[in-house]
């Protein structure tokens, strides 16, 4: 009798199922609130963005919008301008988080030793990055000014160029412009990071290296890389998507020109999409950002997992 209670719904078999499956939804239910608002904010506007890459969708005529399949991605293919803006993403992105991590680096290890105002020098060196981007654009703008900027005439009194003239101006220069200001910007970001893992290290592996003899660049490539080497490939990853999609500057300092020299892939999106309305070509080339960028996540992430094994 008493068994046969048990294999009841309500018998105690009954009652340890719904106890699992209250301890199974409990963490989901916690969750729950978490998961609408990145199902609302980020994966529904992707997939909205990925429809429209299939479609030829134009702002004025919403109504008219159609699925033209993979024309999209054909005419990137024959578009000049993208080819061109693909280009400029290379160096802008290449130069950018190059010149940034050398920077940051270089910091870190400076901040990472005692000397006197030490602590100012570590509050200049983050103030970069916590001022706006426009007003660092515009400062920038200012600096490379040839009528009342200071660098085109500093540059010509070195010799480097003949005479001060628009930097921004000259399609084979503009882009180091933005390059620049950027890299201003953006070297505390690394150095921040950096520093926060130099001082993980322990002191005590530098002592035992210099008992054994060894040099500074010795102690620099034995020990200070290899610990740095997995939060170096984060960083230059999220620095690099970051940077990639970061527009700001370009826009404010040229706007893409002179010429397209200027554009890059994020700052096309933005001109195809809100100038020319072209939500379907705009799209398109985004899903090619997106896929460019998750590939190179994807190789950075199995060299730090390799890393971290070792």
Not at 17 to 25: E, K, N, P, Q
Not at 77 to 106: I, K
Not at 111 to 126: C, D, E, M, S
Request: proline letters at 6%; charged letters at 10%; hydrophobic letters at 55%.
């Amino acid at each position: 009798m008493s068994a046969a209670l048990t294999d009841t719904p309500g018998g105690t078999r009954g009652r340890l199922s719904r106890a699992y499956l209250g301890m199974v939804a409990e963490p989901w239910l916690y969750l729950l609130p978490s998961l609408l608002l990145i199902g609302g904010v980020m994966l529904l506007p992707l997939a909205i963005g990925l429809g429209y890459a299939f479609q030829e969708f134009n702002l004025l005529r919403p109504g008219a919008a159609k699925w033209v399949g993979l024309d999209n991605f054909q005419d990137l293919w024959a578009d000049p301008q993208f080819w061109r803006a693909l280009r400029n993403t290379l160096v802008w992105t290449g130069a950018s988080v190059t010149l940034q991590f050398a920077g940051g680096l270089g910091l870190a290890l400076l901040l990472n030793t005692r000397f006197h105002g030490k602590k100012l020098v570590q509050a200049l060196v983050f103030l970069p990055w916590a001022v706006p981007t426009f007003l660092t654009a515009l400062t920038f703008s200012w600096l490379l000014n040839p009528v009342i900027g200071p660098v085109p005439y500093w540059l010509s009194g070195l010799g480097l160029i003949e005479e001060p003239y628009n930097i921004l101006g000259n399609p084979d220069t503009a882009l180091w412009g933005p390059i620049l200001a950027n890299v201003w910007y953006g070297v505390p970001f690394f150095a921040i990071t950096l520093l926060a893992a130099l001082s993980a290290i322990p002191s005590e592996l530098y002592e035992a290296a210099e008992i054994d003899g060894a040099s500074g660049w010795q102690s620099f490539t034995k020990i200070t890389l290899p610990f740095l080497a997995p939060m170096i490939v984060i960083t230059v990853m999220l620095r690099t998507i970051w940077i990639a999609n970061f527009a700001d500057l370009i826009y404010v300092m040229t706007g893409g020109g002179p010429a397209n020299s200027t554009q890059i892939l994020s700052s096309y999106i933005f001109t195809t999409a809100f100038k020319r309305l072209d939500f379907g070509h705009a799209s398109a080339i985004a899903v090619v950002l997106l896929a460019l960028l998750m590939i190179y996540a994807a190789i950075l992430l199995a060299v730090r997992s390799r890393l971290v094994r070792r």
